[in-house]
């Protein structure tokens, strides 16, 4: 695998250099080495059929094109700033007002856009009384040259995107995608990708690529970010507003905490090697999955049946996190009375009762129906992780494995799933309550 992605770098390159060298824009002419550097390991490592790097579509000026496509008339007109092989400089022109950006050079056609005053755009050609301007990595129109004035921009700064401010922000290029976010204000970026009508701007700290509407883009410039610069506009972007619902326990911290465990195997149940440590803790990573795929926080005490933790641990873990909900969960015992069947849970604080109540109706709601269990109750009892916890901490007795039936149901995924699930829709109406 190595051998082969190493190979395909290399051929990759390969095909890159020449690409380039076929193409009329120069290396030279590409906004940044930077941004060269990310969008060829975005290809590498994303490679997309239908999205072409941003050099192959670009229509980023360049002093090689603009010097070429002049006519005698234009390059008479250019004084301030002529565009030369080696002037270091490439041509913009600022807009005197609000301008109408047409299609073509012919006033019968129609509008393309109307661009506010003071818009920066670059120059892609000029013929007779008009100019052809870049608007994004996609889109170009006419503006007459009397309509605008023409600056020099020092080919080191960098041509950005500008993204209008409440542009969404996509996790693809389409609207089928995600909306990630939404801008708070204007942005400028390096664009990596186009891909169609979209254009990708930056990507999430997780890797995902986030993508904008060239519609809602225009040519900019400046001075390369720096790439701390960078890395805070990404951040500002992650942190921009959410479209997207968040998550339902986005923000909670869940303690999930599975009774015994190790040299601690909690209740044996009698003529079978079933321990209490063994379900608790199937239970419990069922629960926290449920929590997770909810964008809770969640913290096991434990997560193996050789792990032995402490009841002081498990509660400090509590405290120190700042559980919004702490669990507690083990199968009940009572040897003396086979028939005897149910969930218990047991809370200590008075802030603990709403949890305590809102579990045992949800897991008795998830348990009571197939396996016909009864004596369910909520028990005020002094127990360790309870008493010691400063947290809304509840222990919740699953089922008793002195009971025959409710223990062969225990040894079953189904059984794991119903008590977590129970507890789920218990921690869920309590936090929104
Ligand atoms: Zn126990």
Known sequence: MFLLSQLNRVVFVLLMAMILHMLPIHNHSLPSSASVTTSTED???NPTPQTTSIQNRSILPN???????LQPSATSAQTEAPATK???????????????????????KPDLLIVTANEALPVLQQ?????????????????????????SVPAADTQLLKVNKNTSVYLGPDESFDQAYRLKATASFIPKMVSGKWIEVAEQKDGKPLWVPTSQAIWTYGEQPAIEAWSQDVQALSSAAKLKQKL???GKTIVVDPGHGGSDPGAIASGKPVYERDINLAAAQVLANKLKSAGANVIMTRTSNDQTVSLAQRVQISNDNKADVFVSIHQNMYQQDPSVSGTITYYESPNSKQLAEKIETATTGQLSSKQGQQNEQIEKEQLYVLKHNTRPAVLIEGCFLSNPSELNASLLPSYHEKLAA???????????A
Request: charged content about 20%.
């Open 43 to 45: 290809q590498i490592t």
């Open 63 to 69: 002093s090689d094109q603009v010097a070429g496509s």
């Open 86 to 108: 080696d002037s270091g400089t490439v041509n913009w022109v600022r807009m005197k007002g609000t301008t109408e950006i047409r299609t073509e050079p012919d006033p019968s």
């Open 127 to 151: 013929t007779g009384d008009w100019i052809e301007v870049g608007l994004n990595t996609d889109q170009r129109g006419w503006i007459r040259k009397s309509e605008a004035t023409t600056i």
């Open 248 to 250: 339902p326990l986005e």
């Open 422 to 432: 129970g507890i789920y829709q218990g921690i869920f109406s309590y936090l929104h």
